[in-house]
């Protein structure tokens, strides 16, 4: 089921990031770098930008903070109606980028945080979900804490018992699991069970299935989708990113979608200069949901999903604002200015 005429919600914490100055360790001077993200938040973002209509179901505490949160994602087109407002502090994460010998690093400031102690019984799915044709949740709600697991269990089965698709994006965050579980796969997977489109790859796929993929490259990522596949049978496609990082400031990268019977992988492409890489992965998700909203075929699915991610390379900050002419005019081979 990949249609989508209706809202897309997308549920989970918006954050801010405090970023370090390229080329500086933290503190060295008085500064960093603000901005607004989540991975959720993300792909609202881009998915509005791309013209499609898209509500945040989230929580950011009462106040300037807040206020000025919810002010970035409406600025973006988003629908912030269904943003809480509860007494609390902002989640925040550090960005400290690598250089020589070292990568980067994020350090996570995100314990009870408004949206993190919001109980369970506070969202309102038959409410929340009212007008909607799509739900895009991510593994890093779950990894937050019980609360924001069980929420996230409990949307994805209303949209299941809803008939609403549902997009669930891996996105492995091994520092906020090891604060409070040991066993992260027997809290997701229950909510991968209920999802439509996932985004995930083959260490993903060990994660959830408890078993290894021998191979390399294109057979591995196609013998874990089809894994994957047989054991959550709700599931319909399998979108994944192979990267190759060849020094900091370059990277290949291509992009692959599986469903049972057909799939389709890009060419590699080289993405350089490497400007910011937070966030891509999440134009990656949006790059193949408009795709799939718009039946394309699977390459073109893949080519959309790779376009998105190679351009948010380019962006600073988390946000990934494209454009549907930026997709189309994506190229490998750019680099003259276009007059």
């Known amino acids: 089921m990949i249609a989508s005429g209706k809202t897309i919600a997308c549920f989970g914490e918006i954050v801010m990031r405090l970023s370090v100055p390229h080329g500086e360790r933290p503190l060295q ?5 603000s901005y607004v993200g989540g991975a959720e938040a993300n792909v609202a973002v881009a998915l509005s930008a791309l013209g499609h209509p898209v509500a945040m179901i989230g929580a950011v505490p009462a106040g300037a903070v807040g206020d000025a949160v919810v002010d970035r994602m409406r600025s973006h087109g988003v629908d912030t109606a269904n943003i809480s407002r509860p007494a609390g502090r902002m989640g925040l994460y550090y960005h ?7 990568p980067d690093e994020v350090v996570y400031d995100r314990a009870d945080s408004a949206f993190a102690t919001m109980s369970p ?20 709600t779950p990894a937050l804490g019980q609360r924001s697991a069980d929420a996230t269990l409990a949307a994805v089965r209303a949209a299941r018992a809803a008939g609403i698709g549902i997009s669930f994006d891996g996105n492995w965050r091994g520092r ?5 579980h040991k066993d992260p796969a027997a809290i997701l997977r229950p909510i991968v ?7 995930g790859n083959h260490r993903d796929a060990s994660l959830l299935l408890g078993r290894e993929f021998s191979g390399e490259g294109a057979d591995r990522r196609r013998d874990a989708a089809l894994a994957m596949l047989e054991a959550f049978p709700a599931l319909e496609f399998i979108a994944s990113t192979a990267r190759h990082i060849v020094d900091p400031a370059r990277h290949e990268l291509a992009a692959r979608i599986d469903g049972r019977d057909e799939h389709a992988q890009t060419a590699t492409a080289l993405i350089a200069p490497v400007i910011d890489r937070i966030g891509t992965g999440d134009a990656f998700a949006a790059g193949i949901l408009d795709a799939l909203f718009a039946k394309g075929t699977m390459a073109a699915v893949a080519q959309n999903g790779l376009a998105a991610a190679a351009l948010a ?8 604002p494209l454009s549907r002419a930026l997709l189309k005019g994506a190229s490998p081979t750019a680099g003259d200015v276009t007059r």
């Open 193 to 199: 069970a209920e999802a439509t489109v996932l985004f």
């Open 121 to 140: 019984a506070e969202w309102d799915w038959d409410r929340l979900l009212s007008g909607v044709g799509w739900l895009h949740v991510s593994g890093v």
């Open 313 to 320: 390379h380019g962006m600073r900050g988390d946000f990934a």
């Open 96 to 102: 400290l980028p690598g250089g020589p010998m070292r």
């Open 29 to 33: 001077s008085a500064r960093f770098d």
């Open 176 to 180: 906020l699991w090891e604060r409070w």
